[in-house]
C-alpha cells in the first residue's frame, strides 16, 4: 500500500480517549477528582503528601485498565501497522497518560511514538531516574494500601518490569529497587519538561502531513506543534469536536468526534 504522504505526524490529547469514557482535563473544571492540579501532579504536591499522590496514581491506573481502546485509537492503529509496510513513515506524539494507544497497537510502536506527558504504566526512581515499566495500583478506591495489579495496562518489554510489588515504606509509598528509595509515576507533571520534544520537533520539522486529534490545543508544548510542522511545509489538519485554541495554524478542520472524523479523513490520504 502505497500513501500519498511521505511522512505523517499524529498528535493526540485527551479528545480521542473521550470516547472510551476516559475523562478529559477541562472537562473536569481544573478539578481532578476534587484535588487541585497542584496537589496531585506536581513536584512540589508529591514532596508534601506522596500518599495522596500514590492514592490519585493509583487510582488512575484502575480506571485506565478498565478503559478500552475506541474506534479512533484502532483506525490510527491499523493506519500505523499499514504505514510500516509502505514507504512512508508515521510518527504518533500522545498528551495522554492512559496507555490506550499502545494497546490498540498490541505493542509498543518504539521509535516512532512519544508519550511527551508520560505514561500510566511506568514508575521512576526519585534518586537515579532509572524508569520502570510499573502496573501496581498501592491504594485502593477508598484509601486502603493494597497491591493490585492493574493488568491490563501496556508493559514496556525494554524497561524492568515490576512484577512483584516492590517493597513499600511505613507510610505505603513504594520504593525503587535500584536505590530504595521512593518511586513516583513516570508522568510529566505541571513545571516539569515533556519528554522527547526534541525528537518531536525534529519529526515535526521533516513531515508533509500534520495531524492533531482531540487536542485543545491550550497546553504548551503540543500547542506549537501544527505551526511549527506548517512552517515547514506540512499540510496541517485538526480533528476536534470544537475549534482549538490554535485554529489559525490549521489548513484543514473536521469538527466532530474522533471516532467519526478520522476513519473519513484517513480514506483521503
Ligand atoms: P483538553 O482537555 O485540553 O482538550 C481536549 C479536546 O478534545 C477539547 O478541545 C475537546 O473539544 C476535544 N474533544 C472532546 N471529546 C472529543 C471527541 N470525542 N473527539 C474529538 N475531540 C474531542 O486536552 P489536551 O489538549 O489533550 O493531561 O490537553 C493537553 C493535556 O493537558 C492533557 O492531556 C492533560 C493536560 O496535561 C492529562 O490529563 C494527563
Redesign the pocket.
Known amino acids: 500500500m502505497d500513501f500519498r504522504y511521505k511522512r505523517i505526524v499524529f498528535l493526540t490529547?485527551?479528545?480521542?480517549s473521550?470516547?472510551s469514557g476516559v475523562r478529559?482535563?477541562?472537562?473536569s473544571s481544573g478539578l481532578w477528582e476534587n484535588h487541585k492540579v497542584e496537589e496531585v501532579a506536581s513536584p512540589s504536591g508529591f514532596q508534601k503528601d506522596p500518599v495522596l499522590v500514590w492514592k490519585f496514581y493509583s487510582l488512575r491506573r484502575l480506571q485506565a485498565a478498565e478503559a478500552k481502546p475506541n474506534k479512533?485509537h484502532a483506525t490510527l492503529a491499523n493506519l500505523l501497522h499499514d504505514l510500516e509496510k509502505s514507504h512512508s513513515k508515521a510518527t504518533l506524539i500522545t498528551?495522554?497518560?492512559d496507555t490506550l494507544h499502545e494497546r490498540a497497537y498490541g505493542a509498543l510502536p518504539d521509535k516512532n511514538f512519544l508519550d511527551i506527558?508520560g505514561t500510566l504504566s511506568r514508575s521512576r526512581c526519585t534518586k537515579c531516574s532509572k524508569v520502570y515499566s510499573d502496573r501496581w495500583a498501592y491504594f485502593d478506591a477508598t484509601g486502603k494500601s493494597v497491591d493490585i495489579h492493574a493488568d491490563d495496562l501496556w508493559s514496556n518489554a525494554s524497561l524492568t518490569c515490576l512484577l512483584t510489588t516492590p517493597k513499600r515504606n511505613a507510610n505505603g509509598i513504594p520504593l525503587s529497587p535500584c536505590c530504595t528509595e521512593q518511586l513516583r509515576p513516570d508522568?510529566v507533571w505541571f513545571g516539569e519538561r515533556p519528554q522527547g520534544v526534541e525528537k518531536a520537533v525534529e519529526e515535526l520539522t521533516r513531515c508533509d502531513l500534520f495531524v492533531a486529534?482531540?487536542?485543545?490545543?491550550?497546553?504548551q508544548p503540543?500547542s506549537n506543534f501544527a505551526a511549527v510542522a506548517r512552517k515547514a511545509g506540512a499540510h496541517t489538519v485538526c480533528?476536534?469536536?470544537?475549534s482549538?485554541e490554535n485554529a489559525g495554524a490549521f489548513h484543514e478542520h473536521l469538527l466532530g468526534?474522533?471516532?467519526d472524523k478520522l476513519p473519513e479523513f484517513l480514506k483521503k490520504i
Open positions: 490529547g485527551a479528545g480521542i473521550a470516547e478529559t482535563f477541562r472537562d479512533a498528551q495522554n497518560v506527558h508522568i486529534i482531540g487536542t485543545s490545543g491550550n497546553v503540543a480533528i476536534n469536536l470544537e482549538p468526534t474522533a471516532g
